[in-house]
Protein backbone atom coordinates (compact mmCIF):
# COMPACT_ATOMS: atom_id res chain seq x y z
CA UNK A 1 0.00 0.00 0.00
CA UNK A 2 1.23 3.97 -0.70
CA UNK A 3 3.35 4.96 2.11
CA UNK A 4 2.23 8.27 2.17
CA UNK A 5 -1.66 7.47 1.81
CA UNK A 6 -2.85 8.95 5.35
CA UNK A 7 -0.85 12.38 4.70
CA UNK A 8 -2.41 12.40 0.75
CA UNK A 9 -5.86 11.81 1.57
CA UNK A 10 -5.43 14.21 4.68
CA UNK A 11 -4.27 16.86 2.13
CA UNK A 12 -7.32 15.73 -0.38
CA UNK A 13 -9.75 16.33 2.23
CA UNK A 14 -8.37 19.69 2.82
CA UNK A 15 -8.87 20.85 -0.71
CA UNK A 16 -11.85 19.51 -1.29
CA UNK A 17 -13.79 21.58 1.18
CA UNK A 18 -12.55 24.83 -0.13
CA UNK A 19 -8.97 25.00 0.88
CA UNK A 20 -6.12 25.48 -1.94
CA UNK A 21 -3.44 23.00 -1.03
CA UNK A 22 -0.18 25.44 0.01
CA UNK A 23 -2.21 28.80 -0.80
CA UNK A 24 -4.41 31.16 0.27
CA UNK A 25 -5.52 33.11 -2.74
CA UNK A 26 -5.61 31.92 -6.77
CA UNK A 27 -2.60 34.70 -7.17
CA UNK A 28 -0.15 32.33 -4.55
CA UNK A 29 -1.41 29.81 -6.91
CA UNK A 30 -0.29 30.62 -9.92
CA UNK A 31 2.89 32.50 -8.36
CA UNK A 32 3.48 28.60 -7.14
CA UNK A 33 3.22 27.33 -11.07
CA UNK A 34 5.98 30.19 -12.00
CA UNK A 35 3.11 32.20 -14.00
CA UNK A 36 2.66 35.44 -14.21
CA UNK A 37 -0.37 37.12 -11.39
CA UNK A 38 -3.15 39.39 -12.46
CA UNK A 39 -1.06 42.24 -11.37
CA UNK A 40 1.67 41.21 -13.21
CA UNK A 41 0.15 40.49 -16.34
CA UNK A 42 -3.58 40.38 -16.15
CA UNK A 43 -3.78 39.12 -20.27
CA UNK A 44 -1.58 36.21 -19.39
CA UNK A 45 -2.90 32.99 -20.38
CA UNK A 46 -0.38 30.48 -19.02
CA UNK A 47 -1.34 27.24 -17.91
CA UNK A 48 0.09 25.27 -15.33
CA UNK A 49 0.28 21.71 -15.75
CA UNK A 50 -2.29 20.28 -13.61
CA UNK A 51 -4.08 16.75 -13.71
CA UNK A 52 -7.71 16.66 -13.43
CA UNK A 53 -10.11 13.30 -12.43
CA UNK A 54 -14.29 13.17 -12.61
CA UNK A 55 -15.69 10.85 -11.38
CA UNK A 56 -19.70 10.78 -11.88
CA UNK A 57 -20.94 8.45 -9.17
CA UNK A 58 -24.56 7.66 -8.20
CA UNK A 59 -24.78 10.15 -5.54
CA UNK A 60 -21.55 12.62 -5.34
CA UNK A 61 -20.02 13.94 -8.48
CA UNK A 62 -16.43 14.43 -7.53
CA UNK A 63 -14.17 17.21 -9.46
CA UNK A 64 -10.34 16.52 -8.10
CA UNK A 65 -7.16 18.32 -9.43
CA UNK A 66 -3.56 17.49 -8.67
CA UNK A 67 -0.47 19.47 -9.25
CA UNK A 68 2.59 18.74 -11.61
CA UNK A 69 3.57 16.47 -8.73
CA UNK A 70 0.47 14.63 -8.56
CA UNK A 71 -0.45 15.97 -5.03
CA UNK A 72 -4.04 17.30 -3.98
CA UNK A 73 -4.45 20.96 -5.33
CA UNK A 74 -8.22 21.55 -5.40
CA UNK A 75 -11.16 20.22 -6.06
CA UNK A 76 -15.06 20.63 -5.23
CA UNK A 77 -18.06 17.62 -5.05
CA UNK A 78 -21.85 17.80 -4.97
CA UNK A 79 -24.58 15.13 -4.48
CA UNK A 80 -26.70 14.70 -7.07
CA UNK A 81 -28.60 12.02 -8.28
CA UNK A 82 -27.67 12.01 -12.10
CA UNK A 83 -26.15 8.68 -12.44
CA UNK A 84 -28.10 4.96 -11.44
CA UNK A 85 -26.34 1.81 -11.32
CA UNK A 86 -23.45 2.86 -13.20
CA UNK A 87 -25.59 4.56 -16.31
CA UNK A 88 -26.16 8.02 -16.96
CA UNK A 89 -29.85 8.71 -16.39
CA UNK A 90 -29.84 13.24 -16.43
CA UNK A 91 -27.54 14.07 -19.19
CA UNK A 92 -28.41 17.94 -18.89
CA UNK A 93 -28.24 17.41 -15.12
CA UNK A 94 -24.63 16.23 -15.48
CA UNK A 95 -23.40 18.35 -17.79
CA UNK A 96 -24.79 21.71 -15.79
CA UNK A 97 -23.59 20.16 -12.59
CA UNK A 98 -19.89 19.56 -13.80
CA UNK A 99 -19.70 22.89 -15.49
CA UNK A 100 -20.63 24.52 -12.64
CA UNK A 101 -17.83 22.14 -10.24
CA UNK A 102 -15.66 23.31 -12.72
CA UNK A 103 -16.38 27.06 -13.09
CA UNK A 104 -15.98 26.84 -9.07
CA UNK A 105 -12.33 25.18 -9.25
CA UNK A 106 -11.16 27.66 -12.10
CA UNK A 107 -12.18 30.75 -9.86
CA UNK A 108 -10.18 29.74 -6.90
CA UNK A 109 -7.02 28.67 -9.20
CA UNK A 110 -7.64 31.46 -11.08
CA UNK A 111 -7.06 29.51 -14.04
CA UNK A 112 -8.76 27.25 -16.98
CA UNK A 113 -9.19 23.01 -16.39
CA UNK A 114 -9.03 21.79 -20.06
CA UNK A 115 -8.34 17.97 -19.61
CA UNK A 116 -9.93 15.57 -17.09
CA UNK A 117 -10.01 11.66 -17.13
CA UNK A 118 -13.02 10.30 -16.10
CA UNK A 119 -14.20 6.83 -14.82
CA UNK A 120 -16.58 4.28 -15.03
CA UNK A 121 -17.87 1.10 -13.06
CA UNK A 122 -16.47 -2.02 -14.28
CA UNK A 123 -18.50 -4.05 -16.90
CA UNK A 124 -21.05 -1.68 -18.47
CA UNK A 125 -21.42 -1.27 -21.89
CA UNK A 126 -19.37 0.49 -23.78
CA UNK A 127 -22.05 3.25 -24.92
CA UNK A 128 -22.48 3.88 -21.59
CA UNK A 129 -18.37 4.45 -21.14
CA UNK A 130 -19.18 7.10 -24.25
CA UNK A 131 -21.79 8.71 -22.86
CA UNK A 132 -19.68 9.14 -19.50
CA UNK A 133 -17.23 10.53 -22.00
CA UNK A 134 -19.74 13.10 -23.31
CA UNK A 135 -20.92 14.45 -20.07
CA UNK A 136 -16.83 15.01 -19.80
CA UNK A 137 -16.38 17.07 -23.11
CA UNK A 138 -19.99 18.93 -22.84
CA UNK A 139 -18.86 20.47 -19.82
CA UNK A 140 -15.43 22.04 -21.25
CA UNK A 141 -12.98 19.11 -21.37
CA UNK A 142 -10.61 17.41 -23.60
CA UNK A 143 -11.16 13.86 -22.39
CA UNK A 144 -7.38 12.11 -21.64
CA UNK A 145 -8.40 8.91 -20.44
CA UNK A 146 -11.34 6.94 -18.82
CA UNK A 147 -10.55 4.05 -16.70
CA UNK A 148 -12.96 1.85 -14.77
CA UNK A 149 -13.32 2.86 -10.90
CA UNK A 150 -11.42 0.50 -8.94
CA UNK A 151 -8.07 0.38 -11.30
CA UNK A 152 -8.43 4.16 -10.89
CA UNK A 153 -8.95 4.04 -7.11
CA UNK A 154 -5.32 1.66 -7.22
CA UNK A 155 -3.42 4.48 -8.61
CA UNK A 156 -3.77 5.90 -4.88
CA UNK A 157 -3.65 3.09 -3.37
CA UNK A 158 -1.04 1.03 -4.96
CA UNK A 159 -2.29 -2.19 -3.73
CA UNK A 160 0.43 -4.89 -5.41
CA UNK A 161 -1.92 -7.81 -4.36
CA UNK A 162 -5.45 -7.68 -2.91
CA UNK A 163 -8.98 -6.65 -4.04
CA UNK A 164 -9.84 -2.90 -4.28
CA UNK A 165 -14.20 -2.49 -4.07
CA UNK A 166 -15.35 0.90 -4.69
CA UNK A 167 -18.69 0.98 -2.67
CA UNK A 168 -20.98 3.68 -4.61
CA UNK A 169 -23.75 4.89 -4.44
CA UNK A 170 -25.36 2.07 -6.87
CA UNK A 171 -23.13 -0.39 -7.21
CA UNK A 172 -19.93 -2.50 -6.01
CA UNK A 173 -17.08 -2.77 -8.57
CA UNK A 174 -14.24 -4.88 -7.73
CA UNK A 175 -11.09 -5.34 -9.25
CA UNK A 176 -8.47 -8.03 -8.28
CA UNK A 177 -4.68 -7.24 -8.22
CA UNK A 178 -1.95 -9.47 -8.48
CA UNK A 179 1.80 -7.80 -8.70
CA UNK A 180 0.17 -4.36 -9.40
CA UNK A 181 -1.47 -5.44 -12.27
CA UNK A 182 -5.70 -5.95 -12.63
CA UNK A 183 -6.28 -9.65 -13.32
CA UNK A 184 -10.16 -9.54 -12.99
CA UNK A 185 -12.95 -6.56 -12.70
CA UNK A 186 -16.85 -7.23 -12.09
CA UNK A 187 -19.66 -4.21 -11.08
CA UNK A 188 -22.92 -5.52 -9.52
CA UNK A 189 -25.61 -3.12 -8.73
CA UNK A 190 -26.17 -2.51 -4.77
CA UNK A 191 -24.74 0.37 -2.49
CA UNK A 192 -25.75 3.25 -0.85
CA UNK A 193 -28.93 4.05 -2.64
CA UNK A 194 -30.05 0.96 -1.29
CA UNK A 195 -29.24 1.80 2.37
CA UNK A 196 -30.75 5.12 1.82
CA UNK A 197 -33.59 3.00 0.49
CA UNK A 198 -34.17 0.66 3.57
CA UNK A 199 -33.74 2.89 5.86
CA UNK A 200 -36.76 5.19 4.26
CA UNK A 201 -38.93 2.12 4.63
CA UNK A 202 -37.85 1.19 7.61
CA UNK A 203 -38.94 4.31 9.34
CA UNK A 204 -41.24 5.20 6.50
CA UNK A 205 -39.05 8.14 5.62
CA UNK A 206 -38.97 10.37 2.13
CA UNK A 207 -35.57 9.30 0.86
CA UNK A 208 -34.45 12.83 0.94
CA UNK A 209 -34.41 12.37 4.53
CA UNK A 210 -33.39 8.78 4.85
CA UNK A 211 -30.50 9.56 2.72
CA UNK A 212 -29.40 13.02 5.23
CA UNK A 213 -29.58 10.19 8.17
CA UNK A 214 -27.13 7.71 6.49
CA UNK A 215 -24.99 10.51 5.84
CA UNK A 216 -24.65 11.84 9.60
CA UNK A 217 -22.29 9.09 11.43
CA UNK A 218 -24.03 10.20 14.86
CA UNK A 219 -26.67 8.22 13.20
CA UNK A 220 -25.06 5.41 12.36
CA UNK A 221 -25.44 3.16 15.10
CA UNK A 222 -29.18 2.91 15.55
CA UNK A 223 -29.20 2.63 11.84
CA UNK A 224 -26.80 -0.32 11.75
CA UNK A 225 -29.09 -3.20 12.53
CA UNK A 226 -31.54 -1.74 9.47
CA UNK A 227 -28.47 -1.25 6.90
CA UNK A 228 -26.56 -4.68 7.74
CA UNK A 229 -28.14 -6.70 5.26
CA UNK A 230 -27.40 -4.55 2.74
CA UNK A 231 -23.95 -4.84 3.65
CA UNK A 232 -24.20 -8.79 3.65
CA UNK A 233 -25.21 -8.17 0.43
CA UNK A 234 -22.08 -6.19 -0.48
CA UNK A 235 -20.27 -8.68 1.35
CA UNK A 236 -21.78 -11.80 -0.73
CA UNK A 237 -21.02 -9.79 -4.19
CA UNK A 238 -17.44 -9.38 -3.29
CA UNK A 239 -17.36 -13.37 -2.07
CA UNK A 240 -18.44 -14.50 -5.31
CA UNK A 241 -16.61 -12.65 -7.45
CA UNK A 242 -13.22 -13.24 -5.24
CA UNK A 243 -13.70 -16.85 -4.80
CA UNK A 244 -11.88 -18.01 -7.97
CA UNK A 245 -9.06 -15.36 -7.26
CA UNK A 246 -8.17 -15.65 -3.50
CA UNK A 247 -7.06 -12.33 -2.19
CA UNK A 248 -5.42 -11.63 1.01
CA UNK A 249 -6.75 -8.05 1.77
CA UNK A 250 -9.89 -6.32 0.73
CA UNK A 251 -9.75 -2.39 0.42
CA UNK A 252 -13.15 -0.79 0.59
CA UNK A 253 -13.42 2.54 -0.71
CA UNK A 254 -16.34 5.15 -2.15
CA UNK A 255 -18.70 7.23 -0.29
CA UNK A 256 -20.74 3.74 0.94
CA UNK A 257 -17.78 3.26 2.48
CA UNK A 258 -17.75 6.09 5.02
CA UNK A 259 -21.00 4.23 6.86
CA UNK A 260 -19.34 2.68 10.23
CA UNK A 261 -19.68 -0.83 10.10
CA UNK A 262 -19.05 -2.03 6.23
CA UNK A 263 -15.76 -3.37 6.59
CA UNK A 264 -16.75 -5.44 9.99
CA UNK A 265 -19.77 -7.14 7.35
CA UNK A 266 -18.00 -8.00 4.77
CA UNK A 267 -14.73 -9.01 6.62
CA UNK A 268 -17.30 -11.70 8.41
CA UNK A 269 -19.37 -12.29 5.17
CA UNK A 270 -16.20 -12.89 3.07
CA UNK A 271 -13.63 -14.26 5.31
CA UNK A 272 -11.14 -11.74 4.38
CA UNK A 273 -9.08 -9.24 6.15
CA UNK A 274 -10.75 -5.95 5.06
CA UNK A 275 -9.71 -1.96 5.53
CA UNK A 276 -11.20 1.81 4.67
CA UNK A 277 -8.45 4.40 3.36
CA UNK A 278 -8.83 7.43 5.33
CA UNK A 279 -11.82 9.98 3.20
CA UNK A 280 -12.85 6.49 1.11
CA UNK A 281 -14.98 8.74 -1.32
CA UNK A 282 -12.06 10.66 -2.70
CA UNK A 283 -9.56 7.43 -3.49
CA UNK A 284 -11.13 7.03 -6.61
CA UNK A 285 -11.93 10.74 -8.41
CA UNK A 286 -7.98 11.19 -7.02
CA UNK A 287 -6.54 8.21 -8.71
CA UNK A 288 -8.59 8.66 -12.15
CA UNK A 289 -6.72 12.26 -11.66
CA UNK A 290 -3.56 10.39 -12.19
CA UNK A 291 -4.91 9.35 -15.50
CA UNK A 292 -5.24 12.51 -16.56
CA UNK A 293 -1.68 12.57 -18.80
Known amino acids: MNPQLDTFLAQAQSVMVGELNGSSSKQETKASFGLPTEEEDPWDKSQPRVHVGVDLGTAYTVLAVLDEQMQPLAGEYRFAQIVRDGLVVDFHGAISLLRELKQNVEARLGFELTTAATTYPP ?4 TEVRATRHV ?30 DVGGGTTGIAIFRQG ?23 NLEFEKA ?10 KRLFPIVRPVMEKVGSIVARHIAAHPVETIYLVGGTA ?16 TVIPGHPLFVTPLGVAMHDT
Open 258 to 273: LFSGIERVVQEVTGVP
Open 181 to 203: QVIYTADEATGGTHFSLVIAGAM
Open 136 to 165: VEAAGFEVAHVVDEPTAANAVLQIENGAVV
Open 123 to 126: GVPG
Open 211 to 220: EALKKDPRQH
